[in-house]
Protein backbone atom coordinates (compact mmCIF):
# COMPACT_ATOMS: atom_id res chain seq x y z
CA UNK A 1 0.00 0.00 0.00
CA UNK A 2 1.59 3.14 -0.81
CA UNK A 3 1.47 6.71 0.75
CA UNK A 4 -1.63 9.19 -0.06
CA UNK A 5 -0.22 11.73 -1.45
CA UNK A 6 0.01 14.87 -3.86
CA UNK A 7 1.42 14.42 -7.25
CA UNK A 8 3.07 17.63 -7.97
CA UNK A 9 3.45 20.93 -6.48
CA UNK A 10 4.56 24.37 -7.03
CA UNK A 11 7.25 25.85 -5.23
CA UNK A 12 8.04 29.35 -4.33
CA UNK A 13 11.48 30.90 -3.58
CA UNK A 14 11.06 33.17 -0.84
CA UNK A 15 14.75 33.40 -0.48
CA UNK A 16 15.48 37.09 -1.91
CA UNK A 17 12.87 38.28 0.62
CA UNK A 18 11.99 36.49 3.58
CA UNK A 19 16.25 34.98 3.21
CA UNK A 20 18.02 38.27 2.53
CA UNK A 21 16.17 40.24 4.58
CA UNK A 22 17.50 38.17 8.12
CA UNK A 23 20.93 38.68 6.97
CA UNK A 24 24.06 41.44 8.04
CA UNK A 25 25.23 41.30 4.48
CA UNK A 26 23.59 43.57 2.40
CA UNK A 27 24.08 41.85 -1.41
CA UNK A 28 24.46 44.16 -4.17
CA UNK A 29 21.66 44.57 -6.98
CA UNK A 30 24.08 42.83 -8.91
CA UNK A 31 24.01 39.74 -6.70
CA UNK A 32 20.60 39.78 -6.44
CA UNK A 33 19.99 39.35 -10.16
CA UNK A 34 22.53 36.86 -10.75
CA UNK A 35 20.44 34.60 -7.87
CA UNK A 36 17.06 35.04 -8.67
CA UNK A 37 17.89 34.93 -12.19
CA UNK A 38 19.51 31.47 -11.51
CA UNK A 39 16.72 30.18 -9.45
CA UNK A 40 14.28 30.77 -12.39
CA UNK A 41 16.41 28.89 -14.78
CA UNK A 42 16.76 26.18 -12.29
CA UNK A 43 13.01 25.83 -12.75
CA UNK A 44 10.96 27.72 -10.20
CA UNK A 45 7.33 28.71 -11.20
CA UNK A 46 7.22 31.13 -8.48
CA UNK A 47 9.87 34.23 -6.94
CA UNK A 48 9.44 36.58 -4.27
CA UNK A 49 11.91 38.82 -5.19
CA UNK A 50 11.49 41.51 -2.52
CA UNK A 51 9.54 44.10 -0.68
CA UNK A 52 7.83 47.53 -1.11
CA UNK A 53 8.54 48.36 2.53
CA UNK A 54 10.36 51.35 4.46
CA UNK A 55 13.91 51.34 3.43
CA UNK A 56 14.39 52.11 6.80
CA UNK A 57 12.49 49.52 8.31
CA UNK A 58 14.22 46.98 5.84
CA UNK A 59 17.44 48.35 4.19
CA UNK A 60 18.11 44.61 2.57
CA UNK A 61 15.34 45.64 0.32
CA UNK A 62 15.48 49.02 0.05
CA UNK A 63 16.95 48.48 -4.04
CA UNK A 64 13.71 46.41 -4.67
CA UNK A 65 12.18 48.59 -7.37
CA UNK A 66 15.89 48.51 -9.05
CA UNK A 67 15.90 44.74 -8.81
CA UNK A 68 12.51 44.86 -10.54
CA UNK A 69 13.52 47.18 -13.53
CA UNK A 70 16.76 45.42 -14.64
CA UNK A 71 15.17 41.39 -13.68
CA UNK A 72 15.99 39.52 -16.72
CA UNK A 73 12.46 37.64 -16.65
CA UNK A 74 11.95 34.15 -18.13
CA UNK A 75 8.42 33.65 -19.65
CA UNK A 76 5.69 31.84 -17.22
CA UNK A 77 7.28 32.97 -13.90
CA UNK A 78 5.94 34.96 -11.82
CA UNK A 79 8.01 37.24 -9.57
CA UNK A 80 5.92 38.60 -6.35
CA UNK A 81 6.67 40.96 -3.62
CA UNK A 82 5.71 41.76 -0.21
CA UNK A 83 3.99 45.34 0.59
CA UNK A 84 2.82 46.32 3.60
CA UNK A 85 0.44 49.61 2.32
CA UNK A 86 -0.77 51.81 -0.47
CA UNK A 87 2.98 52.93 -1.42
CA UNK A 88 3.71 49.95 -1.52
CA UNK A 89 1.51 49.20 -4.05
CA UNK A 90 2.82 52.27 -6.25
CA UNK A 91 5.98 51.11 -5.86
CA UNK A 92 5.56 47.89 -7.23
CA UNK A 93 3.20 49.46 -10.14
CA UNK A 94 6.23 51.97 -10.77
CA UNK A 95 8.82 49.30 -11.81
CA UNK A 96 6.87 46.33 -13.48
CA UNK A 97 5.83 44.08 -10.24
CA UNK A 98 2.75 42.46 -11.06
CA UNK A 99 2.16 40.19 -8.38
CA UNK A 100 1.92 41.46 -4.67
CA UNK A 101 1.79 39.99 -1.00
CA UNK A 102 0.00 41.48 1.92
CA UNK A 103 0.91 39.96 5.63
CA UNK A 104 -1.28 40.68 9.05
CA UNK A 105 0.24 38.70 12.02
CA UNK A 106 -3.02 36.45 13.07
CA UNK A 107 -1.83 37.01 17.08
CA UNK A 108 -4.42 39.54 18.39
CA UNK A 109 -1.65 40.55 21.01
CA UNK A 110 1.27 41.39 18.48
CA UNK A 111 -1.05 43.00 16.21
CA UNK A 112 -2.40 45.40 18.41
CA UNK A 113 0.75 45.89 20.13
CA UNK A 114 2.18 46.71 16.35
CA UNK A 115 -0.65 48.39 14.57
CA UNK A 116 -3.80 49.30 17.31
CA UNK A 117 -6.25 47.04 15.79
CA UNK A 118 -7.15 43.02 15.78
CA UNK A 119 -5.75 41.23 12.53
CA UNK A 120 -8.81 41.09 11.19
CA UNK A 121 -9.41 44.94 11.18
CA UNK A 122 -5.48 45.45 9.45
CA UNK A 123 -6.48 43.26 6.91
CA UNK A 124 -10.04 44.92 6.04
CA UNK A 125 -7.49 48.20 5.28
CA UNK A 126 -5.97 46.25 2.69
CA UNK A 127 -8.92 47.43 0.75
CA UNK A 128 -7.63 50.50 -0.57
CA UNK A 129 -4.23 48.47 -1.62
CA UNK A 130 -6.32 45.38 -3.38
CA UNK A 131 -8.37 48.02 -5.48
CA UNK A 132 -5.03 49.77 -6.38
CA UNK A 133 -3.28 46.48 -7.19
CA UNK A 134 -5.92 45.28 -9.64
CA UNK A 135 -6.58 48.96 -11.23
CA UNK A 136 -3.03 48.70 -11.67
CA UNK A 137 -3.38 45.48 -13.44
CA UNK A 138 -1.60 43.63 -10.35
CA UNK A 139 -2.55 40.48 -8.76
CA UNK A 140 -2.92 40.63 -5.00
CA UNK A 141 -2.65 38.15 -2.27
CA UNK A 142 -2.12 37.86 1.40
CA UNK A 143 -0.69 35.74 3.99
CA UNK A 144 -1.14 35.06 7.71
CA UNK A 145 1.74 34.57 9.85
CA UNK A 146 1.52 33.23 13.27
CA UNK A 147 -1.35 31.14 12.04
CA UNK A 148 -0.06 27.93 13.87
CA UNK A 149 1.23 30.15 17.03
CA UNK A 150 2.85 32.43 18.33
CA UNK A 151 5.11 33.30 20.85
CA UNK A 152 2.94 36.16 22.48
CA UNK A 153 -0.41 33.90 22.29
CA UNK A 154 -1.00 30.53 24.55
CA UNK A 155 -2.80 29.84 21.61
CA UNK A 156 -4.39 31.11 18.38
CA UNK A 157 -7.90 29.81 17.97
CA UNK A 158 -8.57 28.67 14.52
CA UNK A 159 -11.94 30.98 14.15
CA UNK A 160 -9.65 33.75 14.65
CA UNK A 161 -7.33 32.55 11.51
CA UNK A 162 -10.28 32.16 9.95
CA UNK A 163 -12.08 35.97 10.87
CA UNK A 164 -8.78 36.83 9.28
CA UNK A 165 -9.51 34.66 6.31
CA UNK A 166 -12.79 35.86 5.49
CA UNK A 167 -11.54 39.48 5.69
CA UNK A 168 -8.97 38.56 3.02
CA UNK A 169 -12.35 37.32 1.24
CA UNK A 170 -13.96 40.43 1.64
CA UNK A 171 -11.60 42.26 0.10
CA UNK A 172 -11.34 40.26 -3.03
CA UNK A 173 -8.27 38.41 -2.26
CA UNK A 174 -8.20 34.60 -2.69
CA UNK A 175 -4.76 33.41 -2.61
CA UNK A 176 -3.87 33.02 1.02
CA UNK A 177 -0.85 31.76 2.78
CA UNK A 178 -0.65 30.39 6.29
CA UNK A 179 2.61 30.93 7.59
CA UNK A 180 4.65 29.71 10.43
CA UNK A 181 6.90 32.80 11.46
CA UNK A 182 7.65 31.41 14.79
CA UNK A 183 8.44 27.72 13.62
CA UNK A 184 5.71 26.16 16.18
CA UNK A 185 3.62 24.27 13.70
CA UNK A 186 3.55 20.49 13.87
CA UNK A 187 2.62 17.87 11.72
CA UNK A 188 -0.41 16.72 12.96
CA UNK A 189 -1.74 20.43 13.55
CA UNK A 190 -1.29 21.23 9.99
CA UNK A 191 -2.85 18.30 8.73
CA UNK A 192 -6.29 19.54 10.75
CA UNK A 193 -5.66 22.90 9.84
CA UNK A 194 -5.30 22.18 6.47
CA UNK A 195 -7.95 20.00 6.37
CA UNK A 196 -10.10 22.17 7.94
CA UNK A 197 -9.26 25.27 5.85
CA UNK A 198 -9.49 23.20 2.52
CA UNK A 199 -12.87 21.86 3.23
CA UNK A 200 -14.04 25.58 4.65
CA UNK A 201 -12.98 27.34 1.97
CA UNK A 202 -12.73 25.48 -1.34
CA UNK A 203 -12.46 28.93 -2.88
CA UNK A 204 -9.14 30.05 -1.97
CA UNK A 205 -5.66 29.07 -3.44
CA UNK A 206 -3.58 28.11 -0.25
CA UNK A 207 0.06 28.69 -0.01
CA UNK A 208 2.45 26.65 2.90
CA UNK A 209 5.15 28.91 4.89
CA UNK A 210 7.01 27.01 7.23
CA UNK A 211 10.28 28.04 9.34
CA UNK A 212 12.74 25.40 10.05
CA UNK A 213 13.30 26.71 13.83
CA UNK A 214 12.66 23.69 15.93
CA UNK A 215 13.27 21.31 12.96
CA UNK A 216 9.51 20.39 12.07
CA UNK A 217 9.82 22.57 8.89
CA UNK A 218 10.01 19.66 6.15
CA UNK A 219 7.61 17.05 8.33
CA UNK A 220 5.34 20.11 8.30
CA UNK A 221 4.97 20.67 4.33
CA UNK A 222 4.45 16.35 4.01
CA UNK A 223 1.74 17.22 6.73
CA UNK A 224 0.16 20.00 4.28
CA UNK A 225 1.02 17.09 1.16
CA UNK A 226 -0.93 14.60 2.88
CA UNK A 227 -3.57 17.40 3.55
CA UNK A 228 -3.69 17.91 -0.13
CA UNK A 229 -2.01 21.32 -0.54
CA UNK A 230 0.21 21.62 -3.24
CA UNK A 231 1.60 25.16 -2.87
CA UNK A 232 4.70 25.55 -0.35
CA UNK A 233 7.16 28.33 0.11
CA UNK A 234 11.17 27.43 1.13
CA UNK A 235 14.33 29.70 0.77
CA UNK A 236 17.56 28.81 -0.88
CA UNK A 237 20.38 27.70 1.92
CA UNK A 238 17.72 27.70 4.18
CA UNK A 239 18.44 31.39 5.28
CA UNK A 240 16.26 34.13 7.36
CA UNK A 241 15.28 34.26 10.26
CA UNK A 242 12.48 36.05 12.36
CA UNK A 243 13.34 39.49 14.04
CA UNK A 244 11.15 39.76 16.76
CA UNK A 245 11.15 35.78 17.45
CA UNK A 246 13.98 34.78 19.74
CA UNK A 247 16.00 31.72 17.72
CA UNK A 248 13.91 31.69 15.12
CA UNK A 249 15.22 30.13 11.50
CA UNK A 250 14.70 30.67 8.40
CA UNK A 251 12.48 28.74 6.40
CA UNK A 252 13.22 25.13 5.00
CA UNK A 253 16.04 25.24 2.82
CA UNK A 254 14.77 25.08 -0.84
CA UNK A 255 17.15 22.08 -1.75
CA UNK A 256 15.65 20.14 1.10
CA UNK A 257 12.33 19.86 0.07
CA UNK A 258 13.07 19.75 -3.82
CA UNK A 259 14.96 16.71 -2.32
CA UNK A 260 11.93 15.29 -0.90
CA UNK A 261 9.49 15.91 -3.35
CA UNK A 262 12.29 14.03 -6.10
CA UNK A 263 12.81 11.20 -3.81
CA UNK A 264 8.80 10.59 -3.16
CA UNK A 265 8.56 11.06 -7.06
CA UNK A 266 6.40 14.50 -6.22
CA UNK A 267 6.79 16.63 -9.69
CA UNK A 268 8.71 20.30 -8.59
CA UNK A 269 9.97 21.24 -12.20
CA UNK A 270 13.01 22.14 -10.36
CA UNK A 271 16.81 21.04 -11.12
CA UNK A 272 17.90 20.11 -7.76
CA UNK A 273 21.66 20.22 -8.85
CA UNK A 274 21.09 23.73 -10.23
CA UNK A 275 19.19 24.56 -7.22
CA UNK A 276 21.98 23.43 -4.89
CA UNK A 277 24.14 25.60 -7.08
CA UNK A 278 22.33 29.02 -6.82
CA UNK A 279 22.56 27.72 -2.78
CA UNK A 280 26.50 27.47 -2.99
CA UNK A 281 26.93 30.64 -4.73
CA UNK A 282 24.62 32.29 -1.74
CA UNK A 283 26.18 30.82 0.86
CA UNK A 284 29.68 32.01 -1.29
CA UNK A 285 28.68 35.37 -1.46
CA UNK A 286 27.14 35.72 2.58
CA UNK A 287 30.56 34.08 4.15
CA UNK A 288 28.95 31.63 6.75
CA UNK A 289 27.14 28.20 6.47
CA UNK A 290 23.55 27.73 6.71
CA UNK A 291 20.98 25.46 7.94
CA UNK A 292 20.30 22.96 4.98
CA UNK A 293 20.81 19.19 4.78
CA UNK A 294 21.82 18.85 1.37
CA UNK A 295 24.73 21.45 1.13
CA UNK A 296 26.06 19.53 4.01
CA UNK A 297 25.34 15.56 2.93
CA UNK A 298 24.62 16.09 -0.45
CA UNK A 299 22.08 13.72 -2.25
CA UNK A 300 21.53 10.15 -0.88
CA UNK A 301 21.29 9.35 -4.58
CA UNK A 302 25.03 10.36 -5.28
CA UNK A 303 26.33 8.58 -2.57
CA UNK A 304 28.16 5.62 -3.44
CA UNK A 305 31.52 4.86 -1.49
CA UNK A 306 34.22 2.53 -1.72
CA UNK A 307 34.24 -0.19 0.52
CA UNK A 308 37.14 -0.06 2.83
CA UNK A 309 40.19 -2.91 1.53
CA UNK A 310 40.97 -5.06 4.44
CA UNK A 311 44.43 -5.22 4.86
ZN1 LIG B 1 8.88 33.79 6.68
Avoid at 104 to 117: E, T
Avoid at 184 to 194: L, R
Wanted: aromatic residues 6%.
Amino acid sequence: MSMDIVKAVTLCEVGPRDGLQNEKTLLSVEEKLELIEAVADAGFPVIEVGSFVHPKAVPQMADTDEVFRRLRRKPGVQYRALIANLKGVERAAGCGCTKVKLNVSASKAHNIANLNRAPAETVAGFQGCADAARAAGMEISGSISMAFGSPWDREIPLSDVKEIVDAYLAVGVTEISLSDASGQAYPTQVYQICAEMARSYPQVTWWLHFHNTRGLGISNIMAGMQAGFTRFDSAFAGVGGCPFVPGAAGNVATEDVVHLCDEMGVETGVDLDRSMEVSRRLVQILGHNTDSYLLRAGKSKDLILELPVKK
